[in-house]
């Protein structure tokens, strides 16, 4: 039992430095706050940088055209490039969330034995996986194989590596899932995997998603996998099974010229490159995580207003 | 002191031949890691009627109430001996899918949970969609009608599209009666449904109890003993895992045989 005087000690001890607290509430509030704004400001700089530098390069004839010869007058565009890219994150997104998010069901639901935490391990190993192996493996099995470079080699590449990601992000939101809700679904006498699918599933979409969306960004950046896969070309892709462009690669080239104009075409594909991330990125949020028309109805609003 | 408890022995006052049992629970022991939950209980419940279970905190109710629809065995480490018969058939039977038995048995929880994402509508209708009824005509009116039963219907017929979570937590409470009601189920098990709400939405909740009681068998978990006595036919004590002494509800609060049941009544413990 704590005693009388004890207790006025204690209350005592409570009063104290009310001032130094009230300085020290506020010095870690700032300290928050300057490490977001640490946090912020290079990304902004990174933007504004790539946008600065590849402004110039931007056209119509930029986001469509093939590139031109190399150092001639007309430095043509990226339009290879970019569809390469968008063909690309399909494919392997095509491959890589079904198989990534099953896993992840498996791993959250089914997992709790030897068999799940060693697949567990190995997952994690393989995120951890430099991705160039991951190109040479690909080139090994695929393009060796079939004897070409191609987009179907270049997107396995890729959805290797967005598997983990996708397998580890799924399990974490599927385990946040409370079982009161699992166990209200069983109760209805809705069979487990129902009760996964439907219920869990849609409990878990919101780091679902952010999952999915961190895998692609990852994904579309590669470049390392993409030199062994699909090589790279300057015609538009006609078939799966030839060579192909895409923009981390196209990036990586036009820098690498000795031309002013090809090292502006350089930054103004990279800054297609992050704009394509950020639409994606926000389409599918406002596609799966809006709240059933609020934000159509903050779209009302807006055009009310003008 | 336990061997004269277990000693005493557990008559149901009333009984007559030509009384009908719905549920049977026979020797019923449930543990879960390695705790004994449930030692060797036995229950008889009575069709349209309403039986509560009683007792302190860690007592068994819960666990006894989740072995009477097979929910227990989805618990870790969760051992269970014993049968439950329904009409007379087990349960726990390897014949029998414990499915297609959850569907006859509905169960509220202690904490109201309907599912996050869904509206009121869906809330009520998923049971069925997910069961596999696919006439938009039969589950609109199954809705409706579970929402008249669980008296919800009046606060929110006017939006069945708004999510489930916006209602205040008595609405909640009795919009997963609805869920529950909404496959037809034959017994209805509740697990201190009331326990999270306040007077006027327990109030309510046990109106309703009176209501179902018509047609349902209800077993209803309660630590409120005021409850018990309010809403209850019946009622089994259970303390430290052990069904100390089940009877008519007024003679176990009025006049009770075991000397423990008449101090918990009482309320010198609990």
Same mark, same amino acid.
């Given at each position: 039992?704590?005693?009388?005087?004890?207790?006025?000690?204690?209350?005592?001890?409570?009063?104290?430095?009310?001032?130094?607290?009230?300085?020290? /509430?506020?010095?870690?509030?700032?300290?928050?706050?300057?490490?977001?704004?640490?946090?912020?400001?290079?990304?902004?700089?990174?933007?504004?940088?790539?946008?600065?530098?590849?402004?110039?390069?931007?056209?119509?004839?930029?986001?469509?055209?093939?590139?031109?010869?190399?150092?001639? /007058? /007309?430095?043509?565009?990226?339009?290879?490039?970019?569809?390469?890219?968008?063909?690309?994150?399909?494919?392997?997104?095509?491959?890589?969330?079904?198989?990534?998010?099953?896993?992840?069901?498996?791993?959250?639901?089914?997992?709790?034995?030897?068999?799940?935490?060693?697949?567990?391990?190995?997952?994690?190993?393989?995120?951890?996986?430099?991705?160039?192996?991951?190109?040479?493996?690909?080139?090994?099995?695929?393009?060796?194989?079939?004897?070409?470079?191609?987009?179907?080699?270049?997107?396995?590449?890729?959805?290797?590596?967005?598997?983990?990601?996708?397998?580890?992000?799924?399990?974490?939101?599927?385990?946040?899932?409370?079982?009161?809700?699992?166990?209200?679904?069983?109760?209805?006498?809705?069979?487990?995997?129902?009760?996964?699918?439907?219920?869990?599933?849609?409990?878990?979409?919101?780091?679902?998603?952010?999952?999915?969306?961190?895998?692609?960004?990852?994904?579309?950046?590669?470049?390392?996998?993409?030199?062994?896969?699909?090589?790279?070309?300057?015609?538009?892709?006609?078939?799966?099974?030839?060579?192909?462009?895409?923009?981390?690669?196209?990036?990586?080239?036009?820098?690498?010229?000795?031309? /002013?104009?090809?090292?502006?075409?350089?930054?103004?594909?990279?800054?297609?490159?992050?704009?394509?991330?950020?639409?994606?990125?926000?389409?599918?949020?406002?596609?799966?995580?809006?709240?059933?028309?609020?934000?159509?109805?903050?779209?009302?609003?807006?055009?009310?207003?003008? | 002191?336990?061997?004269?408890?277990?000693?005493?022995?557990?008559?149901?006052?009333? #009984?007559?031949?030509?009384?009908?049992?719905?549920?049977?629970?026979?020797?019923?022991?449930? #543990?879960?890691?390695?705790?004994?939950?449930?030692?060797?209980?036995?229950?008889?419940?009575?069709?349209?009627? &309403?039986?509560?279970?009683?007792?302190?905190?860690?007592?068994?109710?819960?666990?006894?109430?989740?072995?009477?629809?097979?929910?227990?065995?989805?618990?870790?480490?969760?051992?269970?001996?014993?049968?439950?018969?329904?009409?007379?058939?087990?349960?726990?039977?390897?014949?029998?899918?414990?499915?297609?038995?959850?569907?006859?048995?509905?169960? &509220?929880?202690?904490?109201?949970?309907?599912?996050?994402?869904? #509206?009121?509508?869906?809330?009520?209708?998923?049971?069925?969609?997910?069961?596999? &009824?696919?006439?938009?005509?039969?589950?609109?009116?199954? &809705?409706?009608?579970?929402?008249?039963?669980?008296?919800?219907?009046?606060?929110?017929?006017?939006?069945?599209?708004?999510?489930?979570? #916006?209602?205040?937590?008595?609405?909640?409470?009795?919009?997963?009666?609805?869920?529950?009601?909404?496959?037809?189920?034959?017994?209805?098990?509740?697990?201190?449904?009331?326990?999270?709400?306040?007077?006027?939405?327990?109030?309510?909740?046990?109106?309703?109890?009176?209501?179902?009681?018509?047609?349902?068998?209800?077993?209803?978990?309660?630590?409120?003993?005021?409850?018990?006595?309010?809403?209850?036919?019946?009622?089994?004590?259970?303390?430290?895992?052990?069904?100390?002494?089940?009877?008519?509800?007024?003679?176990?609060?009025?006049?009770?045989?075991?000397?423990?049941?008449?101090?918990?009544?009482?309320?010198?413990?609990?």
């Amino acid at each position: 039992m704590i005693t009388v005087e004890q207790r006025t000690e204690f209350r005592k001890h409570f009063r104290y430095n009310v001032g130094r607290r009230l300085v020290l /509430d506020k010095v870690v509030k700032c300290l928050v706050f300057i490490c977001v704004l640490v946090a912020i400001v290079p990304l902004i700089a990174i933007l504004v940088n790539v946008f600065s530098n590849g402004a110039a390069a931007l056209s119509w004839n930029f986001l469509t055209q093939v590139p031109g010869a190399v150092g001639s /007058d /007309d430095p043509g565009g990226i339009g290879p490039a970019i569809q390469g890219t968008l063909i690309l994150i399909g494919l392997s997104s095509l491959i890589g969330v079904p198989i990534g998010v099953m896993g992840g069901i498996f791993l959250s639901e089914y997992g709790n034995n030897r068999y799940g935490r060693t697949v567990r391990f190995f997952n994690d190993v393989l995120a951890e996986f430099p991705t160039i192996v991951i190109g040479v493996f690909t080139f090994v099995l695929i393009v060796l194989t079939f004897g070409d470079f191609s987009i179907w080699a270049g997107s396995f590449a890729l959805s290797i590596i967005m598997l983990p990601i996708i397998m580890r992000t799924t399990e974490e939101s599927l385990k946040l899932v409370p079982v009161t809700y699992r166990e209200a679904g069983y109760a209805l006498g809705i069979r487990r995997w129902k009760v996964v699918f439907t219920i869990v599933l849609s409990g878990a979409r919101g780091g679902l998603v952010t999952g999915i969306l961190l895998s692609v960004a990852r994904i579309a950046g590669e470049t390392a996998p993409l030199v062994f896969t699909i090589l790279g070309s300057s015609q538009f892709v006609q078939d799966l099974g030839g060579p192909a462009d895409a923009l981390p690669l196209r990036i990586w080239r036009l820098s690498s010229l000795p031309y /002013d104009s090809a090292v502006t075409q350089g930054w103004g594909a990279a800054f297609i490159l992050i704009i394509i991330v950020l639409s994606i990125n926000i389409g599918v949020r406002y596609l799966f995580l809006r709240k059933k028309g609020q934000t159509l109805l903050k779209f009302k609003k807006l055009g009310s207003v003008s | 002191m336990m061997e004269t408890m277990t000693k005493v022995p557990l008559k149901d006052n009333n #009984s007559t031949e030509d009384v009908k049992y719905k549920l049977i629970a026979e020797n019923i022991s449930a #543990s879960y890691d390695g705790i004994v939950a449930v030692k060797n209980v036995s229950m008889k419940f009575r069709d349209r009627a &309403v039986t509560a279970l009683i007792g302190p905190s860690g007592c068994g109710k819960t666990t006894f109430l989740r072995c009477l629809n097979r929910m227990h065995e989805l618990t870790k480490n969760a051992t269970l001996t014993g049968k439950v018969l329904l009409d007379g058939e087990d349960l726990y039977s390897n014949k029998v899918d414990p499915i297609i038995n959850r569907r006859k048995i509905g169960m &509220v929880f202690q904490k109201p949970n309907p599912f996050p994402t869904m #509206s009121i509508y869906d809330n009520v209708a998923c049971g069925l969609k997910l069961n596999g &009824v696919k006439d938009k005509k039969i589950i609109d009116e199954v &809705v409706e009608g579970c929402l008249k039963m669980a008296s919800l219907w009046n606060e929110v017929k006017g939006d069945l599209k708004k999510p489930g979570m #916006s209602l205040s937590g008595g609405q909640q409470q009795r919009l997963c009666i609805a869920r529950a009601l909404a496959i037809q189920p034959e017994v209805l098990l509740m697990d201190e449904p009331a326990s999270a709400l306040d007077p006027i939405a327990t109030q309510k909740i046990e109106e309703m109890i009176q209501e179902l009681k018509k047609e349902y068998t209800i077993i209803i978990v309660t630590h409120n003993m005021q409850q018990a006595t309010r809403v209850s036919d019946y009622t089994g004590f259970m303390y430290l895992g052990d069904l100390v002494e089940f009877g008519e509800t007024k003679q176990i609060f009025e006049n009770p045989r075991n000397e423990i049941t008449a101090k918990y009544v009482q309320g010198q413990f609990g």
